[in-house]
């Protein structure tokens, strides 16, 4: 989950914030000392749900103005597409002006409630080799105008309730936001929402240096090519020290699932049809862990890193199954 420069083709507002794969930090190395180079022959157990925080199951970029390259029609929402068995979407805005209201039913409709992404909102970004993303992000200089226009303007306060949580910023230490910025967005959101759930998502890198605001309610961090994250050494002391961060109870976990197959997966031996155990692998530790509120996969549409990237949709029947069985186990649907 990193800020991207979104496709010329696909959108016409230029600059996207999207949930993502900082795919420059995964080496294939990496994959191979994770697990990714070896056969996963045993079945993978799947013990009873000891959280009852789980609460959420969903995807990224399920409408942030993206068309799948891959398929042969324009199609920008996957809304009906992951009805049935999520109860969140990562929902993109990109300028104040716009109006979501449309999007927001729609969601309503299906019985979905939106990941509202807005740190187009409150930061801009500009090129800085010295960040590890490339790009620095500061506070907009009319933060607080631009967020009372766009609530204004979308009457966010009687349409509250289609939003399950604001997603403040994308891999914040990974992108220079400092803490003090940090702070003064979720702040604003809280000043205006006090009951919604604020979000932000940390690159693996970032999390050392990560600083927590009392006022964002759920944190996590995006580690990709990890076939056993539940027991994964790596990935779990990753997420103690994510843990570590938070600066008051209460703070809980959003999981990001990898939900995707990149060519370089295939390069080390593991198949699309691999990623069904890789799921199941995340549900486990979720459903284990009373810190976990949610999961978030990694990504419903197929093509956005990488003209070979498939998708949570256009993976193999088998794993699209096992993300049915998932997402209806945590959201009853």
Not at 218 to 244: C, H, M, Q, T
Not at 278 to 291: F, G, M, Q
Request: aromatic share 10%; glycine share 6%; hydrophobic share 40%.
């Amino acid at each position: 989950m990193a800020y991207k420069k979104n496709r010329s083709d696909n959108s016409a507002h230029g600059r996207a914030v999207i949930l993502r794969s900082a795919l420059n930090r995964v080496a294939l190395t990496t994959i191979f000392l994770t697990g990714f180079g070896t056969a996963c022959s045993n079945p993978v157990a799947t013990p009873a749900s000891t959280n009852g925080s789980l609460q959420y199951f969903g995807y990224a970029l399920v409408d942030c103005g993206f068309d799948d390259p891959t398929d042969t029609v324009d199609r920008r929402n996957y809304v009906t597409e992951v009805a049935s068995f999520s109860n969140v979407a990562q929902m993109c805005v990109f300028d104040p002006s716009e109006n979501i209201l449309d999007r927001l039913q729609l969601m309503s409709k299906n019985n979905l409630k939106a990941l509202l992404s807005i740190q187009a909102i409150f930061f801009v970004g500009s090129p800085d080799a010295t960040q590890g993303s490339g790009m620095n992000f500061a506070i907009h200089p009319q933060y607080q105008a631009r967020w009372e226009h766009f609530v204004s303007n979308n009457n966010l306060s009687q349409n509250i309730s289609s939003i399950a949580a604001f997603y403040v910023a994308d891999e914040p230490v990974w992108n220079g936001i400092t803490f003090a910025e940090l702070k003064i967005a979720a702040d604003a959101i809280k000043a205006s929402f006090a009951s919604v759930p604020t979000a932000i998502i940390e690159a693996p890198d970032g999390i050392r240096n990560l600083q927590v605001p009392l006022s964002i309610d759920w944190i996590g961090f995006d580690r990709y090519a990890v076939a056993k994250p539940d027991i994964d050494p790596e990935y779990n002391r990753e997420l103690a020290l994510l843990k570590s961060k938070r600066s008051r109870s209460g703070q809980k976990i959003l999981l990001v699932m990898d939900a995707q197959w990149l060519p370089f997966y295939g390069e080390a031996g593991y198949l699309p049809r691999r990623m069904k155990a890789v799921a199941s692998r995340y549900y486990n530790l979720a459903k284990s862990d009373p810190d976990i509120v949610g999961i978030i996969g990694y990504l419903w549409p197929s093509g956005f890193d990488h003209p070979d990237q498939m998708g949570a949709r256009h993976l193999p029947k088998k794993v699209i199954d096992e993300h049915v069985r998932i997402g209806k186990l945590i959201t009853g649907k």
